[in-house]
Each structure stands twice: as structure tokens, then as C-alpha cells.
């Protein structure tokens, strides 16, 4: 039987068939390396060079790839997350080996957490050090690839240069393959420098498996929504992942079902909809209204640890989750679990699915947000609230935030309406320090049209204060927000509440508006009160700024205790 119908393997004209017999001299398999990136369509990197990977970053002269090059490989793996989430595409990051490929271990967990589609590129010694004997080469470790494994999706080892494209475009795919994440390719020192005749590399494809939901599955999930007297909905990073917002918001209108986004979907629905519960996620009132529905769709999100107020919540009804990762289906409550991708899942739940009406819904929803804020407003939290509306107030629509773990992130999550998919982006994955400034750089490195906002409590600034040469070498219009309170304000606060004082919170800081201004990047103290304008200025001026902020700011209680 012949197949010849179904071939679609690229073909070689005869002048490229030409250069394919002569190609050019001076290639090593660094142009190997950027020649796959750019064949798969890559456009920017990230990274770092060192010593064993600068065979990798010789050749990238020789390509049309533009380099963005951080101080710190943490945050050169943090702004490659940022530019993976805000463009869908595959950032590389190019690192060197041992304690270079090691600094890059955060940044990779967070965009793990986050399904950030970030190719890690490292060098390795060269390739007689390899297996796990004591040769002492610098940066040798005995197992490199095992300190990555626990944290990426997967791993791919190259030993010789004719591996180099296969492997990139093997780890390229599982990148970009639902859900989205990290991927680390390891690539020795003598093999990037060693004088390649191969041809250029030119026909490259790697195309993501699509994942798609089991019909039978969809069937009874839609049995179940169109049956449901008082059905919800919990959208989480999934649905902005998989650009699937429109497809949610249609669903929601024809069950009018509820819907609650967790605090890595910000965006995901429209904040203002008659439908919309917001964020409210860390309330009890929130939570006790997602408790009563009889039908809980859970569409991307694991239902972790903050997107169930601390594991409080207790669903009473059936659960149906679509989700990408498997190792988060059911993970944390029994449902009809569904292995799909949100997009491709929430198509076909919006062709299977009955309208139903229930003009009811919008005032429950009102009654549980009237709720939220009452409780709020016993509490004296103005200032919080009052720096919450004054970052909504100057932040273009379309422009792209990105929050460190600090208080007033934390008051972002539950309060900040994000108003467009894919613009509001913290470090909630894996929580950890000194995401927010190096991020918002890989974002405007992927669009330099519209300015990008970080905001950073005095402590996380600290992490990335480096990052400030970055930002001037590039000329990167992002505008730094530092809310600084002279300390880890928020470990002070646990501290305070659990052992009546805190230990190893306070901290001795710079002058950060002289700090920045020895950059070469303008700087500005303000207050609460001209707070909405000093950022509105900034964010308007083009290249990079800082805006400091000395506040102490306090959290809202919680409910889950």
C-alpha cells in the first residue's frame, strides 16, 4: 500500500541542495546550536556566558538572533519565563555549566510551576569528563543533568555535534507540548567548539502534540453542567496558557455559571462581568459559595494550595477538572478528571453543553462580593486598597505586570483586576524572591511598544538589583515600583502573629533612587498620595525608571484559620 500521499517531508531545492554540498567555513557546533534555534523560529535569547559555552555565544554573531544578557543566570532564567508566558513561543536561555547551569535552578522551578515554555541550552565539560569520574575539570559535577531532572520537563544530553539539532528540536516540542514548561539540553564544551563541515541547518520542525479531550469524557462533563441547578467555575493559569479566555467567557454565558479566576489566571475572565466571583480566593465567602455549587468545573488549575484557601475548601458537589498536567488531575480532589488541554477542552465543552439560564446567578454573585468587601472594610485597610486602585489607575490596559512576592502582590492577587488575559504575571508558582524586575525585562524584550510594570518589596529588590545595568544596556521600557517597608514585611508579619516577634526580618537598604540614578536610570520617592501619577510619568517616559515607595503596608485577615 503506498503512502506516498502522506509525505510531507520537506524538500530541498537544487540551489539549497547546493549549499547543503558547500557550506560555509568557520562553523562550530555553537552555530549548530543557533542555526536549530533559528530554523524553529526562535528570535531572542537569554542568557549568561562562561567559560565551556563560548562556542554557543561566538556563534550567535553570526546570527539574526537578538541577545539579552542579565547579570545573574536566576534572573536571565526569570526574564526567558516572562517571555515565554507573554508571547506563547519557546525562549531560549543559554547557560554555562556547574555553578552558572546552577544559579538557573529557581528561575527553571518557577517556570515549571507556571508552564513557562523556557529551552535551557548549557555547556557541560568536555566530553572525556563525562560519566560521573573525578577528572577535575572547572565546574565538573558528577552528574549535572540529575540536578535538573526533579525540575524540568525533561532532559536531553548531546555528545556529538550531529545530535545538536534533534535534540533542540525533541526539547523544543516538549516545550511547547500542554502543558508549556521548562526543558534542559546539556551540551559538552569540545563538542560547541569543534569545527563543524555539516550543512547549515534549514528544515526544522517540532511541532507540539495537541492534546486533545477523550469525547466520552466531554460527554458526561456536559451532561453534568447542563443538568446543574447551581453550577461554577474556577479558571486557572491553564485558560491563560492556552490563550483560552474566549472560549471560557462563552461557556459561562451560555451555563450563566459563576466564575471565580485563581491568582495564576488573573485575566482569565472579565473582572466587571455580571458572572465574575474576581479572585476572592483567600475568603471564606468565596469559598463557601464554590462549596455549595452542585456542579464545579475546575478548568486549568490544580486547586493548590492558595486556589483552595489553604486547603480549607471542601467541595459538596461533583468536581470536573480539565487540566494539562496529569500529575495535578484529581491531585487534591476526587473529579471527573479530563487529561486536556483548556483550550481544546473548553471548544468542545461549549459545542457539547445545553444553555441553560438562571437569572439568578449575577445577584448571588454580587451578594458574595458585597460580602467580601464588608468584611474587608471592618479591617482599616485603606492605604492597601488605596495603592491598589493608584497602580490600576496608571498602568496602560495592555501593558504587561509583573509581582514579586510582596504584600502588595499578595493584595494584588485577591484585588488587582488584571483587565486583559496574559498581562498580570507573579512568582506564586514556586514563590520565590526576585521574580518581579527581570521578568518585566523579558517581557519588554518581547514587545517594546508597550511599557511593562514590576513591582518589588525592598527585600525581593535586593535579588535583582543588578538587573538595573540590564535594563539601561537594552534601553528596556520597564518601570520598577520598590514598595519599601525596610524589610521582609510579610515574614514579619507572620513572625509577629506566631511568636509575638520577628527574627531576621529587617534589613538595611540602600537609598534606592540614588542606587538607580548611578545606573543611569531615573529614579523618583513618592507617596501614597502622588503615587497614581509619579507612576503614570514613568511608565509614559520610554527606557527603564524606578519609584520607590516607603510604606508599611498590612495584609487582610485570613480566613482559613
Not at 104 to 123: D, F, G, K, M, R
Not at 289 to 310: P, T
Not at 375 to 386: G, P, V
Request: net charge negative; aromatic share 6%; charged share 20%.
Amino acid at each position: 500500500m503506498s503512502h506516498d500521499h502522506h509525505d510531507e517531508r520537506p524538500r530541498l531545492t537544487p540551489e539549497q541542495i547546493a549549499d547543503a554540498l558547500n557550506p560555509p567555513a568557520g562553523r562550530n557546533g555553537g552555530d549548530l546550536v543557533v542555526e536549530t534555534l533559528q530554523g524553529l523560529g526562535a528570535t531572542t535569547v537569554f542568557g549568561l556566558p562562561g567559560q565551556h559555552a563560548l562556542g554557543m555565544f561566538d556563534a550567535l554573531r553570526r546570527s539574526s538572533l537578538t541577545y539579552i544578557g542579565l547579570r545573574v543566570e536566576n534572573n536571565a532564567g526569570f526574564a526567558a519565563d516572562a517571555y515565554g508566558r507573554i508571547t506563547g513561543e519557546v525562549a531560549p536561555l543559554l547557560l554555562s555549566t556547574g555553578p552558572g547551569a546552577l544559579t538557573s535552578l529557581a528561575a527553571l522551578q518557577e517556570a515549571a510551576a507556571a508552564s513557562a515554555p523556557v529551552l535551557a541550552i548549557s555547556s557541560q565539560v568536555p566530553t572525556a569528563g563525562l560519566g560521573g569520574g573525578r577528572h577535575g575539570y572547572l565546574h565538573e559535577l558528577r552528574d549535572q543533568k540529575a540536578s535538573f531532572r526533579d525540575v524540568v520537563k525533561s532532559v536531553h544530553t548531546v555528545r556529538t555535534a550531529s545530535q545538536i539539532p534533534s535534540a533542540i528540536a525533541a526539547a523544543w516540542e516538549s516545550a511547547l507540548t500542554a502543558p508549556h514548561g521548562p526543558v534542559w539540553i546539556e551540551i559538552p564544551q569540545d563538542v560547541l567548539l569543534a569545527q563543524t563541515t555539516l550543512p547549515v541547518v534549514t528544515a526544522m520542525d517540532a511541532t507540539p502534540r495537541e492534546l486533545h479531550a477523550r469525547p466520552e469524557l466531554t460527554a458526561v462533563a456536559a451532561d453534568l453542567l447542563t443538568k446543574a441547578e447551581r453550577p461554577a467555575i474556577i479558571a486557572g493559569g491553564g485558560v491563560v496558557r492556552s490563550d483560552a479566555s474566549g472560549k471560557l467567557l462563552a461557556l459561562a454565558e451560555k451555563l450563566d455559571a459563576p466564575v471565580v479566576t485563581t491568582f495564576g489566571g488573573k485575566g482569565a475572565f472579565p473582572w466587571e462581568h455580571p458572572l465574575s466571583l474576581q479572585s476572592w480566593l483567600e475568603d471564606r465567602y468565596t469559598t463557601e459559595f464554590l462549596e455549595s455549587a452542585d456542579v464545579l468545573l475546575v478548568v486549568g488549575s490544580g486547586l493548590g494550595e492558595l486556589s483552595s484557601n489553604y486547603h480549607t475548601f471542601a467541595p459538596c458537589g461533583r468536581v470536573v477538572q480539565i487540566e494539562a498536567d496529569a500529575g495535578k488531575l484529581e491531585s487534591n480532589h476526587p473529579a471527573l478528571g479530563i487529561h486536556a488541554d483548556a483550550r481544546e477542552a473548553l471548544s468542545d465543552l461549549l459545542e457539547a453543553v445545553d444553555r441553560r439560564e438562571d437569572p439568578s446567578a449575577p445577584d448571588r454573585v454580587r451578594a458574595v462580593l458585597d460580602a467580601v468587601r464588608d468584611r474587608i472594610a471592618t479591617q482599616e485597610l485603606t492605604l492597601e486598597q488605596r495603592l491598589i486602585a493608584s497602580v490600576r489607575e496608571a498602568l496602560p490596559d495592555t501593558s504587561p505586570s509583573f509581582w514579586d512576592m510582596t504584600i502588595l502582590a499578595y493584595w494584588a492577587w485577591s484585588a488587582f483586576d488584571a483587565r486583559r488575559p496574559n498581562t498580570m504575571h507573579s512568582a506564586q508558582g514556586a514563590g520565590g524572591l526576585g521574580y518581579g524586575f527581570p521578568a518585566a525585562l523579558g517581557a519588554a524584550a518581547a514587545d517594546r511598544t508597550r511599557p511593562v510594570l514590576a513591582v518589588s518589596g525592598d527585600g525581593g529588590a535586593m535579588y535583582s538589583i543588578a538587573e538595573l545595568a540590564t535594563a539601561r544596556q537594552y534601553d528596556l521600557p520597564v518601570t520598577w515600583l520598590i514598595v519599601d517597608d525596610g524589610g521582609y514585611g510579610i515574614l514579619r508579619e507572620y513572625m509577629t502573629g506566631a511568636f509575638g516577634e520577628a527574627t531576621a526580618t529587617e534589613l538595611s537598604r540602600p537609598d534606592f533612587v540614588a542606587l538607580a540614578e548611578s545606573f543611569g536610570v531615573p529614579a523618583v520617592r513618592t507617596t501614597p498620595e502622588t503615587l497614581a501619577a509619579d507612576l503614570a510619568e514613568s511608565l509614559a517616559r520610554p527606557g527603564p525608571s524606578v519609584v520607590v515607595l516607603p510604606a508599611l503596608l498590612r495584609m487582610f485577615e485570613p480566613t482559613h484559620l
